[in-house]
């Protein structure tokens, strides 16, 4: 090959990337706000926010929260994610924002969503919420035990008023060896489509490429 045409494929690829063909895909960008399960906070959420960062996200419309007592009743941090959602609504200007909940928070998220008919959440990832409880709960702690047991009075109520989340697009994300949630079928919802992962494990859902790639193309997607 001549000199001229040795260059030839690096100078079409220049062209291609300083054209955009090669661009980066653009996702939607609604506001998202990420919850964390029982006995957890923000900083085991921050993986997930890095990856929404670099798929585009503006730096203030992914917040990772943290809940004042990390074992705290659902009903208490169904409130606390209210004033996330208001100060996200009101800090982006957006009028809708996204949740993705992890474990326990998933239950607050559904409180929150059963006891604000006006919420403005447009769509919502579960990432092995235990929907109907489960059986890990007997050796939890906190206000929130009584109500992660399958047929607590709490669940009774969140799956009797709304089985599905009312108004909002929703998909569960589990993993086939989740030691956490017993049975793993809670993990599911009535009507919503459902992901069944292997060979990872409950927090491992925080981190698994598989997951992220699920929730990228959910929460990406006009």
Same mark, same amino acid.
């Given at each position: 090959?001549?000199?001229?045409?040795?260059?030839?494929?690096?100078?079409?690829?220049?062209? #291609?990337?300083?054209?955009?063909? =090669?661009?980066?895909?653009?996702?939607?960008?609604?506001?998202?706000? #990420?919850?964390?399960?029982? =006995?957890?906070?923000?900083?085991?959420?921050? =993986?997930?926010?890095?990856?929404?960062?670099?798929a585009g996200w503006a730096d203030n419309s992914v917040e990772a929260i943290s809940f004042s007592d990390p074992v705290g009743s659902n009903r208490e941090h169904a409130v606390e994610l209210g004033l996330a959602v208001a100060a996200m609504l009101e800090r982006t200007g957006s009028k809708e924002v996204d949740v993705l909940a992890h474990s326990m928070g998933g239950l607050a998220a559904r409180w929150y969503i059963l006891t604000q008919p006006d919420h403005s959440i447009r769509r919502a990832v579960f990432l092995g919420t235990p929907h109907r409880g489960t059986l890990s709960?007997?050796?939890?702690?906190?206000?929130?035990?009584?109500?992660? =047991?399958?047929?607590?009075?709490?669940l009774d109520s969140l799956n009797t008023l709304q089985p599905t989340p009312l108004g909002v697009e929703s998909r569960t994300i589990r993993t086939l060896i989740d030691t956490h949630i017993i049975p793993g079928s809670s993990a599911t919802l009535p009507d919503v489509e459902d992901y069944r992962l292997c060979c990872t494990t409950h927090t491992g859902l925080l981190k698994d490429g598989r997951v992220f790639e699920l929730i990228l193309s959910f929460l990406g997607s006009a």
């Open positions: 090959m001549s000199p001229p045409l040795r260059w030839a494929p690096k100078l079409i690829f220049l062209l #291609l990337v300083a054209g955009g063909a =090669l661009a980066a895909p653009s996702y939607a960008q609604v506001p998202v706000i #990420l919850v964390p399960g029982w =006995l957890n906070s923000d900083s085991d959420l921050q =993986l997930i926010r890095t990856r929404l960062l670099q709960a007997y050796l939890a702690f906190g206000k929130s035990r009584p109500e992660m =047991l399958p047929g607590s009075n709490f």
